[in-house]
């Protein structure tokens, strides 16, 4: 199957600052991309959809300019939180939809958890 | 109402015990319909897909009534290493996909 990978799997960092993650298809092209949180013992919730080349399109609730997200490739989105506080401690996933005989298929990397102090 | 409701478990189950998890929607206009496997700190892993016809995969069977608006997956001889948990997803009309909480198996020897 297609492979998706994140970076980094895992981080720390202070309250305050911001924290880029990269998600990246290694051997195919996505034109979209989906970003999920998870917190403890929920369900992912999906934040946004990335395209590539254009804007994001944020669920409700989500603050576009807290969670920035940059879809410049066909292989790579990333997904900025822009001055981290403690309850944007959570796991974040992407996923890339591959079109396969018509029905979207997405791959999910492996996630990267964030813990703001 | 939550759109996809699971009941969470956990299902506490010895080797080669046959469990079965349930899974209702609440959208009708539901495309498609998948079981994830998620391992604790890990990413979802397509488990299958399910179709209105019933299919299996080994010991795996997932079944789709759409009119009920209900989906199952039985597992057959459980394995250790079936512990985890079990996520009913749905794909919507843009083909976003809705995660359901989850049911957590445990499989003890």
């Known amino acids: 199957g297609a492979v998706v990978s994140q970076h980094p799997s895992w981080v720390i960092c202070k309250s305050g600052t911001s924290v880029k993650i990269e998600c990246r298809s290694l051997?195919?092209?996505?034109?979209?991309m989906f970003w999920y949180r998870q917190f403890p013992k929920q369900s992912l919730m999906l934040m946004a959809t990335?395209?590539?080349?254009?804007?994001?399109?944020?669920e409700q609730g989500v603050e576009k300019d807290k969670f920035l997200i940059n879809h410049a490739s066909l292989t790579l989105s990333t997904l900025t939180v822009t001055s981290a506080h403690p309850e944007d401690s959570s796991f974040y996933i992407c996923?890339?939809?591959?079109?396969?005989?018509?029905?979207?298929?997405?791959?999910f990397g492996p996630g990267t958890r964030l813990t703001v102090l | 109402r939550k759109e996809v409701e699971q009941d969470p478990g956990p299902f506490n189950v010895p080797e080669g015990a046959t469990v079965a998890f349930n899974c209702t929607y609440s959208n009708s206009a539901s495309q498609s319909f998948f079981w994830y496997r998620q391992d604790c700190r890990k990413e979802p892993k397509l488990l299958m897909s399910?179709?209105?016809s019933g299919n299996e995969d080994g010991r795996f069977t997932a079944q789709l009534n759409r009119a009920s608006q209900y989906i199952s997956l039985l597992i057959r001889d459980s394995k250790l290493s079936d512990s985890a948990t079990y996520l009913c997803v749905l794909a919507d009309s843009s083909y976003k996909l809705i995660f359901g909480s989850g049911t957590r198996l445990l499989v003890r020897p």
């Open positions: 399910v179709y209105s």
């Open positions: 996923s890339a939809r591959v079109w396969v005989e018509g029905a979207g298929t997405q791959y």
């Open positions: 990335s395209n590539e080349g254009s804007k994001a399109t944020y």
């Open positions: 051997d195919f092209q996505a034109t979209t």
